[in-house]
């Protein structure tokens, strides 16, 4: 699925090049706010932890 949204995304660029200014101004104002980057990363490493199965005491 990253794939084809990755290979969607460079089909776009390749065919509207003006669309790369707009995707550098977005990444740039998504890594200029912290909470966002932090959410993002956080969202991202879930998939990568393990689960407990009960709580311990």
Known sequence: MKMLLLGALLGLLIAFPPLLALVVVVVAAVL??????????????????????????
Request: no cysteine; net charge positive.
């Open 32 to 57: 200029s706010k912290p909470v966002l980057l932090a959410f993002g990363l956080g969202l991202a490493a879930r998939n990568h932890l393990p689960r407990l199965g009960r709580r311990t005491r």
